[in-house]
């Protein structure tokens, strides 16, 4: 079965570059997440966006921005970099219906972000 | 707001040995989702479980068993004798929301996590 595609898996950053994350949810799927996850730290959540909107968000900075495409994938824009920003980004997709309660998130394999 | 509580940071266990990694949470939302996911070294989130607020039953799959207790507000995980390739970091998590209408897209909130260790 098809699964969440992150690209890059590995990114390699000096302090104040810019970065770009990108997601490719699973076929149908319509509704994306982001979320950072620091060495040893739980995943943050940081934004989500339903049919190209965004739905929901939770700590992203104001460097980062995020959007999603017609075809539903995802790119998350990272500037100004800091060392603090070198964390595993997952991003996750799910499939809304309406009248269907089922609101799993499938996670992708996440980017690895290092800033040096 | 919601909060998922794993006040087990790491926990060590020979081989065989069962386990259960406890997780408290709290939000207040009358419906909800609830999360069990395992993180190997490789980074990867695995997916082990959902339960819906609505259902308090049991469950198991093979060596796993999750005990959901809406009184206490707990989801506890329960490994039965354990495996080294059970090692990896387990994550609680919490989605306040159940949509029944499309849309709603709430991020997962997630425990600590608890570094679980098998020795062999």
């Known amino acids: 079965a098809a699964g969440v595609i992150q690209s890059p898996r590995h990114l390699i950053k000096e302090k104040r570059e810019t970065a770009t994350l990108k997601c490719y949810p699973i076929?149908?799927?319509?509704?994306v997440y982001w979320y950072q996850q620091g060495p040893g730290q739980d995943p943050q959540f940081l934004i989500s966006?339903?049919?190209?909107?965004?739905?929901d968000k939770g700590s992203i900075p104001d460097r980062f921005s995020a959007q999603q495409f017609s075809d539903y994938h995802s790119e998350l824009n990272m500037s100004s970099l800091e060392l603090g920003d070198s964390a595993l980004y997952f991003c996750a997709s799910s499939v809304t219906v309406g009248g269907n309660p089922y609101n799993e998130q499938f996670f992708g394999p996440g980017t690895r972000l290092t800033v040096l | 707001a919601q909060k998922v509580t794993q006040a087990q940071t790491e926990i060590s266990v020979v081989e065989k040995e069962d386990v259960t990694l406890d997780c408290v949470y709290e939000t207040r939302d009358t419906t909800y989702y609830l999360f069990w996911y395992k993180q190997p070294p490789s980074g990867e989130l695995v997916f082990l479980i959902r339960r819906n607020s609505f259902d308090e039953q049991n469950e198991i799959s093979g060596r796993y068993s999750w005990n959901f207790q809406k009184s206490t507000s707990s989801f506890n995980f329960t490994i039965t004798a354990s495996q080294v390739v059970d090692s990896a970091v387990y994550f609680c998590a919490l989605d306040p929301t159940i949509t029944y209408s499309g849309g709603g897209a709430d991020g997962l909130t997630f425990g600590k996590g608890t570094h679980l260790i098998i020795q062999p």
């Open positions: 076929p149908r799927h319509d509704t």
């Open positions: 966006f339903y049919e190209k909107m965004q739905s």
